[in-house]
Nanobody, 125 residues
Framework: QVQLVESGGGLVQAGDSLRLSCAAS????????MGWFRQAPGKDREFVAV????????YYADSVRGRFTISRDNAKNMMYLQMNSLKSEETAVYYC??????????????????WGQGTQVTVSS
């Protein structure tokens, strides 16, 4: 079972940048699709970005494309989310997640098998 631990959240101002990290407990994580999701108070968990294992392709939510970058370092069992030009409406708990490839829609939280505990990102306007 893969354990995921996020870090890097914090309080920033609108327009600032932040990099989130996700540490995986085992090297087999490199065989999983790895994604980032976020959940604001009172809202559903929403897709942010994913990096697929098979092709190494990245997919982003329309709202973050061009500002956020997802990456992974398999040698370190790490995944990252670089977030630039942050907006106040992006205040949320950010989660990293992992799933076996081919498990359905990449942007659906229900298709992911493993989740971290989340890290709070607060963007002040």
């Amino acid at each position: 079972q893969v354990q995921l631990v996020e870090s890097g959240g914090g309080l920033v101002q609108a327009g600032d940048s932040l990099r989130l990290s996700c540490a995986a407990s085992e090297r087999t994580f490199m065989r999983y699709d790895m994604g980032w999701f976020r959940q604001a108070p009172g809202k559903d968990r929403e897709f942010v970005a994913v990096l697929t294992w098979a092709s190494g392709r990245t997919y982003y939510a329309d709202s973050v494309r061009g500002r956020f970058t997802i990456s992974r370092d398999n040698a370190k069992n790490m995944m990252y989310l670089q977030m630039n030009s942050l907006k106040s409406e992006e205040t949320a708990v950010y989660y990293c997640a992992a799933r076996s490839p081919g498990g359905g829609s990449l942007d659906s939280p229900g298709t992911y098998d493993y989740w971290g505990q989340g890290t709070q990102v607060t963007v002040s306007s």
